[in-house]
């Protein structure tokens, strides 16, 4: 008899304790399952169910003002701790307003599970109300998406969303479920496993091409790394440091991967490209081996492709097989994890000694500094602010940025020490990011100073999130320059189209009071000598705080290549 009960139990699964649990209850589950413990929603119609259960649930909802920010707080949530983040919104124009955010998050390889709610099953295709095609809206700026009618394809839909967006390539999966199948039981656990027959990320290439790339980088006399955000998403950072001091090896970022290198190295370059240092421009177009680490050959980092890096040797490290020599033509692809692959390579470089190299790196150096005009009339350049607010917090803050100069001037000027300290929308240069990521940030790095240095049109778009910062009792803050203008759009109508300054003037606004209207602590400054006591009383305030700079209305940012010009034929401006 013993024997038969044994045999019995070896053969019968436990029951799973989320059947007969409704699908919401299952979804909050899975959510805690997959270490999901914050959660950035909007709620609706659709996901009431939902919900409704998160009201007695260990897991935080942080509510926004605009979907829109649910998705950029998860992005900056995820890109500053290296988790997944999560966003929910409701059907139709709930789960549309996730899109820009959907968007921003695929384009730079953000984990992200954006969750929308979905009309009833049955009415699928009816246009009923509310009722979006998110799974064809989404498809061409997802990693993976589907759709969940049944309460009985949650367990693996969620489980196969959070394993797909965190492995490989990482990036934004969508699951946009029927709101019946949020309020129905759960009959059985028969599809709670993963199965992705499909779905291989890159392993480990032969060993025979890995000491093929050690050989081409131990000829080589002029190297360079060439650095972008899959050194940071694999956590590879540590070993391009070493190697790059083991092999005398400098290195360049892209604007994803600052931090990667410790910008105060002697072997760092800074970022390359159209707004770049001249340093690491003249050096990839003078070097004989550029080795590539989780970098996709942006066409703002390569300039013209006919002149980019003419004589050297590529090697191409990539998680993502169709990453290489998708624009560049890779003479040694590599494709797996960044960090098990340079693991790899690190024994086969030989200690090398490129002093002629370095000491031509070094040259660039002194001749091509980040440097601007300071002024001669007590105004405020953009740039005297980013030294400023690096200064005074040590170069230690986790900094934020919108898109245009202001994002540029950042890159330039902050002088970034680790990874994860600069969160940015790279590759779609999304305006508004700013403001919703710091949150994200903060909410996600709790103690940690967080900064969003933004400019006055792109914090414009989502500065009604200051007030999901005041809710919540996050202490981010918000530094506004402020030139009036749209400054990126202006300096290109400058330069290119005449001074034809088209559509790029702003309204003045007191940003200081609409801070304090939407409870924030509002400073400001519009003269160099207030600059430094209006950071420092900013910084010290305990909650959220913006600070009002008014900046030089029609600086530039520099250096700057041209639109189809060479890494090496950038303009410098007035200090040429």
């Not at 959510?31 to 259960?53: H, M, T």
């Not at 829109?68 to 988790?83: L, P, W």
């Not at 005297?384 to 202001?406: F, P």
């Not at 400001?524 to 305030?541: G, R, V």
Request: hydrophobic share 40%; net charge neutral; aromatic share 6%.
């Amino acid at each position: 008899m013993s024997i038969a009960i044994e045999e019995k139990s070896q053969s019968t699964p436990p029951k799973s304790p989320l059947v007969g649990q409704s699908g919401a209850h299952v979804l909050e589950a899975l959510l805690r399952e997959q270490g999901a413990d914050l959660v950035f929603g909007y709620p609706g119609a659709a996901v009431i169910p939902l919900f409704d259960v998160l009201y007695d649930s260990t897991i935080r909802c942080i509510q926004p003002r605009h979907e829109q920010g649910a998705a950029h707080m998860a992005d900056g949530f995820a890109r500053s701790t290296g988790k997944v983040g999560v966003c929910i919104a409701t059907s139709g124009p709930g789960a549309t307003n996730l899109v820009t955010g959907i968007a921003t998050a695929n384009m730079d390889s953000v984990p992200m599970v954006a969750i929308t709610g979905q009309v009833k099953s049955h009415l699928l295709g009816n246009d009923a109300f509310q009722e979006a095609d998110m799974t064809g809206i989404t498809r061409p700026i997802t990693k993976y998406n589907r759709q969940v009618t049944k309460v009985e394809e949650l367990p693996r839909a969620i489980r196969e969303a959070f394993h797909i967006a965190r492995t490989g390539r990482p990036g934004p999966v969508l699951v946009d479920i029927c709101v019946d199948a949020t309020t129905a039981k759960l009959p059985a656990d028969h599809q709670a496993a993963i199965s992705l027959p499909g779905y291989r990320p890159a392993g480990i290439p032969p060993q025979r091409q890995i000491q093929l790339a050690a050989d081409t980088i131990n000829a080589a006399k002029r190297p360079v790394f060439y650095v972008g955000g899959g050194v940071i998403a694999s956590g590879a950072h540590a070993l391009v440091r070493q190697i790059a001091h083991q092999a005398q090896i400098p290195v360049t970022t892209t604007l994803m991967a600052m931090g990667a290198m410790d910008e105060t190295d002697l072997y760092s370059l800074r970022m390359l490209g159209m707004h770049g240092s001249a340093i690491a421009n003249h050096a990839v177009q003078n070097s004989d081996c550029l080795i590539a680490v989780g970098a996709r050959f942006d066409d703002r980092v390569t300039g013209n492709l006919a002149t980019f890096a003419p004589h050297a040797k590529i090697i191409h490290i990539d998680i993502d097989p169709s990453s290489i020599s998708k624009t560049v033509r890779a003479d040694i692809p590599l494709a797996g994890d960044a960090a098990a692959i340079l693991a790899r390579l690190q024994p086969l470089l030989h200690r090398a000694d490129r002093s002629p190299w370095m000491t031509q790196v070094t040259q660039w150096q002194q001749q091509y500094p980040f440097r601007y005009a300071p002024s001669t009339d007590g105004t405020i350049k953009p740039q005297q602010v980013i030294e400023s607010v690096a200064r005074l917090t040590n170069h230690d803050a986790i900094i934020c940025t919108g898109v245009g100069q202001h994002q540029m001037f950042t890159a330039q000027y902050y002088g970034f020490r680790r990874p994860r300290q600069f969160i940015s929308s790279g590759g779609l240069g999304t305006m508004g990011y700013g403001v919703p990521a710091a949150i994200g940030a903060q909410f996600g790095n709790l103690g940690a100073t967080v900064i969003d240095i933004d400019g006055d049109g792109s914090f414009s778009m989502t500065m009604n999130e200051v007030i999901t910062a005041v809710r919540y009792q996050q202490p981010a803050k918000f530094i506004v320059l402020d030139n009036s203008y749209l400054g990126m759009v202006r300096q290109w109508q400058q330069l290119f189209w005449n001074r034809r300054y088209s559509g790029v003037e702003q309204m003045p606004v007191d940003y200081c009071a609409i801070a304090k209207a939407y409870g924030a602590a509002g400073f400001a400054a519009s003269a160099s000598c207030e600059l430094d006591d209006a950071i420092k009383a900013m910084l010290q305030h305990e909650g959220p705080a913006v600070l009002h700079v008014k900046v030089e209305r029609e600086e530039n940012v520099y250096p700057m290549v041209p639109a189809g010009a060479a890494l090496h034929e950038m303009r410098y401006g007035t200090l040429a």
